[in-house]
């Protein structure tokens, strides 16, 4: 009898105003002030023989380096197994620049990871789980063939490829108390544009404030950034249906930014609130499991003009800040042609839970679901590592922002998707 208990925290991880932003090279100017908190979560799942935790943090990734320095924390602390620990994060485009971050805001993420997991471990309860999986049109295709800016450009394409599942896995107490919710779903959160200053989870923050305020004062929602890579909020500023499509109305003024970064999020949280009601069949006897394995990409030999600079400026730079160690870019840049990253996979019950390193293409996240024989596939990209864009192999011929930035070849995200494969048939 695998008796299921499990534990679920949050802390605050917000870095001091003044803080510069990231997910905008050009976005130059520091923060200047705070939308809503950031936060570092935690889930602990035990069944008597195996623990697993997963830690969701609202920053637009997290750094290599941070992950391992958080979980030998986290084995320290919590005597989790470093191979048990996955760490994401949920690619906020309004968090703190992780580059230009103070050594000490980094050194306490790991150990307000640590803390929340500890914290997590401490309110463990036997439960329940039970889940769903609904649909949500808050996100759409952003490679729009004839757009404005450019073939392929950061413009959305309601006919392009896209996932609106919106997989929910719900956390309960024996007694019926709800503990929590695990959702799953991509979307870029950038509603609230280049132009933003304050620190915020961007639309996520309206999507938790539906959902904690559904719970009590303990409830704690979680959210897994789906495959996102390409995917973008369908805001209404891009006019696809027009011949040809205007450059996005993006708006000046903040009011209209944060009404429609509010619009996108409560369309989402809805959506999970409703998928929540229709769980009515639960799960006590859970089977848990983890499996990690080091997977080597290549480096693509067809190095494009805006990625060659960005490797030039970090050739010879032994100045590598904490957030740095580790990176993708480094290694490049010390004249590697190949380098190691990580896929994991988390088995709970009849969820299987896929953690890939990068921005990865939808397309990648639709095949997981088909190709792994579970009922319930969750997969959050930006986990354990940040290796940044992985489009699909047909983008490399179309073109568009995400091949432009992509130090990978074609074959990548068939050798991250081969690899998760492989692990979920073991568990």
Avoid at 226 to 247: E, I, K, T, Y
Wanted: net charge neutral.
């Amino acid at each position: 009898m695998n008796t299921l208990k499990v534990g679920v925290a949050k802390t605050v991880i917000t870095p001091p105003v003044g803080t510069r932003l990231c997910g905008y090279g050009f976005r130059q100017e520091p923060s200047t002030g705070v939308l809503d908190e950031l936060y570092a979560r935690a889930i602990v799942f035990e069944n008597g023989s195996t623990k697993l935790a997963l830690v969701v943090c609202d920053l637009i990734w997290v750094p290599k380096d941070i992950v391992a320095r958080s979980r030998r924390r986290i084995k320290e602390v919590c005597g989790i197994d470093e191979s048990n620990v996955m760490i994401a994060g949920i690619h906020t485009h309004t968090g703190p620049d992780l580059d230009q971050c103070h050594p000490s805001y980094l050194d306490c993420v790991v150990e307000k990871i640590c803390g929340t997991v500890a914290a997590a471990l401490h309110r463990m309860t036997e439960a329940r789980i039970g889940w769903a999986q609904g649909s949500c049109l808050a996100g759409v295709n952003r490679r729009l063939p004839n757009a404005p800016h450019g073939v392929y450009n950061l413009y959305s394409d309601p006919d392009g490829i896209f996932d609106p599942t919106v997989a929910v896995l719900k956390i309960d107490g024996l007694s019926g108390k709800e503990m929590g919710v695990l959702f799953n779903y991509a979307c870029h959160p950038v509603c609230l544009g280049w132009k933003e200053l304050n620190i915020s989870k961007d639309f996520l923050h309206f999507t938790h404030d539906v959902l904690e305020k559904a719970g009590d004062s303990n409830y704690v929602s979680f959210f897994l950034q789906g495959c996102c890579g390409n995917v973008n909020p369908r805001w209404q500023w891009d006019r696809p249906d027009l011949s040809p499509a205007p450059p996005p109305a993006w708006p000046e003024e903040f009011a209209r930014r944060l009404a429609e970064t509010s619009r996108i999020g409560q369309l989402l949280g809805a959506e999970v609130l409703k998928t929540l009601t229709s769980i009515t069949r639960y799960e006590t006897d859970v089977e848990l499991g983890a499996s990690s394995r080091k997977v080597t990409l290549p480096v693509r030999k067809d190095m494009p003009d805006q990625m060659k600079k960005v490797i030039a400026s970090m050739t010879g730079n032994s100045q590598k800040r904490p957030g740095q160690q580790g990176d993708a870019y480094h290694q490049v840049a010390a004249g590697k042609n190949e380098f190691e990253t990580e896929v994991q996979v988390f088995r709970i019950g009849d969820c299987v839970l896929v953690g890939l390193p990068g921005e990865v293409f939808i397309d990648y996240q639709i095949e997981l679901r088909k190709r792994i024989k579970s009922p319930m596939v969750l997969v959050s990209e930006l986990a354990n590592d940040a290796i940044y864009y992985v489009p699909a192999a047909y983008a490399y011929e179309q073109g568009g922002y995400e091949v432009r930035v992509s130090m990978l070849p074609p074959e990548a995200g068939k050798l991250l998707v081969d690899s998760a494969v492989a692990q979920a048939a073991l568990l």
